[in-house]
């Protein structure tokens, strides 16, 4: 595999070629339940703007099996509160500058995780991760994509990891993966379901988009996924049709996410998510209509609002195995950034 990439920020910023080496190397690690210290003396930021379980201890956990230690920094909770807009004048509540702590942290840090959901307000930021953007470029350190306002590429790695773990490498091009969006109290980010899009527009499985006509994500995303299916043999369709999109699905993917008139119009965007469109609850009754197929969920989930009990606790979840896989993917890249060899 070559180092031609300092961060691991996006997908996109990869070659094909280069992720996969990447899930061979977290399938070798996880069939050796690796332990090494071959990054004694390293230290890895964790940089957190929002909550997390598996994101937080998946990574601290990576780094101690490699020998590395790890900071977690909260703004507001633990550490000074940060302002992210440039030119700010700062006589509100924000203390210190991300433009200082980034550079700070590199002082003090090998690596940087940041996770920096979207606030669903400002499209033109979201859309081009002027965040992320600036974190990588006053970084002098690799930095790490914890989910950003677009992309959750360290779950995109782990889902893709599962995947192959249920079909093998190369039995994608006949299986079909839906992903299924479903209605939630709050409105959440777009970067899970366009880092799963992303991914499976890669891998060569078929990919269905089963979610209401308003809640597909900007054409500028499904465009570039379609483009990528077209490279990798395979197809995105996209249904408004949960029953139809299920039939004869191998794999589903459930998952809530705002649409995108969320930016201009929030009222009605909560309207069509908690009301119009509440029957897209996953049950077993809708799984019948797959190939019985398996379940794939980020975490966490809102029981029996996302999906039922009776989906979660069924034999052919695998959103546990997901959640294990983000340790194995994200030790891969930890390897990958300080350049460890196996
Ligand atoms: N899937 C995921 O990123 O989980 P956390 O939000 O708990 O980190």
Redo the contacts with the bound molecule.
Sequence with gaps: MSSQNKHFISLNDWSNQNLLALLDRADELKKLRYRSRKAEGKVLGLLFFNP?????VSFEAAAIHLGAGSSIISPGSGSWTLETEFGAVMNGNKTEHLKEAIQVLSRYCDAIGVRAFSTLKDQDADYTERLMKSVAHYAEVPVINM?SAME?PC?AMADWMTIRELFGKNALPDKKLVLTWAPHPSPLPQAVPVSVLDMASRSGIQVTLACPPEMVPDTQFIDRFKQQCATYGNNLVIDHDQQSALTGADVVYAKSWASPIVYQNPLEEARLRKEKYQYWTLDADKMQYTNEAYFMH???VRRNVVVSDDVLDSPNARHIDEAENRLHVQKSILMQLWDLSL
Excluded: A, D, G, N
Aim: glycine letters at 0%; aromatic letters at 0%; hydrophobic letters at 20%.
């Design positions: 997390s379980l598996r994101t937080k989910e959750h779950q980020c975490l966490p």
